[in-house]
């Protein structure tokens, strides 16, 4: 059975579960060679069922030669005699459900309190070191919102990944050795130009038009004067290439700053060409017969006349199910960025255990080739994972939103941010799987409704801090003394609070933070309903003025449940509100 690295309910009786198994095994029903592997212990998906489930009796009978039911009735005869077990049912063809007393809830309540903002941490590490690249935007202008997607997932899942139990480096790869810098420099030297005052007219296509540009031109004129004002393009191609990109990753970290990301790595694609970690991952390939020199077959709908064949430096990519053998450099000796690309995960997977890129959609096409590459570099030791982002749709209303006039033909993540705040902009961007299309409507993600995800978790969080001051004013202190005071719909709370560590598991595991988004809106809105009784019976209300002692348990209680959405908006790298 996979056992999880922290403890909770659930592992706890994963435990109790392999010793029932274990004694099956003594009493000779079950074969004691039997795989565990796919046994699992979690809630069953209708609460009215029971409070832990497990598919044991299903996923081992065949194996032991026996109908399920009659596995789980020895499997129930078993779990009858665990002292928090009030009761073990058998349900369908052969899950089995199991009910718990609720000193088990009590202790839960006392183990979110004990542990704090580390409920649901990994107890122990992990021992792994995860590469998380994420965001790696050509450095030619701010972050727009097709950035802004991929950013936010990349880093709430490091910061999953790291309450998991692993060691996370967050990367950043910076695209700058192609054509697009180049373009960036010839770009930045108009602005250089009109900030020495020349005319330089309608900026041509190709160019990038932004106003962005005009802050660099002007600190290039201040700094190198006329210097440059009618000299060769080989003259200032290079330095203005250099300072152009300089200033473009200080404006996107900034832009990433105000979305809370902050980057331990920025790994430059032209350092890797002047450090010649390219030429050593070739030589490396080469050694291993993983590059070859060879000649492309001849591109569909090219004639003889018009295609010349070129020998060519090729990753034997078919060997690991790519459809075609793929150059690592172009016919002039520059690297193709496949071939780059190769030699920045050659490099990236000597220092880390697995790898993970958040990738544009866009990019679903080179998936297959770089995966087959990391894999054979590293002979299939390092994990390897690669997830797809789709882009967002900006809308108002309903209606598409206007580009910005500022970059030139985008809406820039600075804008939005300052528009609806980051928490908005963070939390929205995890309401979905990363590989579903979005869409953010200005109007609707600053809605005061349950419909808004957003309003819905902080809103939970709000209403029970507003709850505990107002029980302050009446001196009425939070106390875990009186906890068996609690009722079933408190204790219903509880039960949802205690699949949090279960689910930053599951999130770690899949590299699914949406997952956590999803939880702690089920976790809000188990909290909205149990308040909303207290308007139809005032006995269910967390203050009762003639129950001081029901108050402070209730209170208690309510607290924890804070904690946990606290803990999982943490991880969402958003805010828990205290009022609203």
Sequence with gaps: ?????????????????????????????????????????????????????????????????????ELAQALAKELRDIESVTEVEIAGPGFLNMRLDNMVWRDEIIEIAKRGDDYGRAVKKTGKTINIEYVSTNPTGP???????????????????EFAGNDVIKEYYINDAGGQ????????????????????GEIEDGLYPGDYLIPVGQRLAEKYGDRYVDALESEW?????????????????????????????????????????????????????????????KPKGKSFDDWEPVTLPLFRSTKFGDDQDRPIKKSNGQWTYFGADLAYHYQKSENADALINIWGADHAGTVKRIKAAVSAMTHGKTDFDIKLVQMVRLLRSGEPVKMSKRSGSFITLRDVIEEVGRDVVRFTMLTR???????????????????????????????????IRKALDENIIPSDKHLELLEDEEYALVKEASNFSR???????????????????????ALHSHWNLGNDNPEKRFILSHDRDKSAARLFLGSQIAQVLKNGLGLMGVEAAVSM
């Design 143 to 161: 972050l727009h919102m097709g950035h802004c997607r991929g950013a936010v997932v990349g880093d709430a899942l490091a910061t999953i990944l």
């Design 503 to 525: 689910l930053v598991e599951a999130a770690a595991k899949t590299r699914e933070p949406h997952r956590i988004a999803f939880y702690l809106n089920d976790l809000a809105s």
């Design 237 to 297: 191609l290079v330095l203005f290439r250099e300072e152009s990109v300089d200033d473009m990753m200080d404006m996107i970290r900034v832009d990433l700053s105000l979305l809370g990301i902050k980057h331990d790595i920025f790994a430059s694609e032209a350092a890797l060409h002047i450090e010649g970690k390219a030429v050593v991952a070739e030589k490396w390939l080469r050694d291993n017969d993983l590059v070859y020199d060879g000649v492309l077959e």
């Design 1 to 69: 059975m996979d056992q999880e690295n922290k403890v909770t309910i659930f592992t706890t009786f994963a435990e109790h579960i392999d010793t029932a198994l274990d004694n099956l095994i003594n009493a000779q029903i079950l074969p004691s060679d039997i795989n565990r592997a796919n046994v699992t212990v979690e809630p069953p998906r209708d609460p009215s069922h029971g409070d832990i489930s497990t598919n044991a009796a299903m996923v081992l009978s065949k194996t032991a030669k026996k109908k399920p039911r």
């Design 433 to 467: 799987k990363a590989d579903a299309q979005m869409d953010f409507d200005f109007a609707k993600v600053v809605e005061a409704s349950k419909d808004n995800p957003v309003f819905y978790v902080q809103y939970a969080h709000a209403r029970i801090c507003s709850t």
């Design 181 to 200: 810098v180049d373009t960036l420099s010839r770009s930045v030297y108009l602005r250089y130009l009109e900030a020495l005052g020349r005319d330089i």
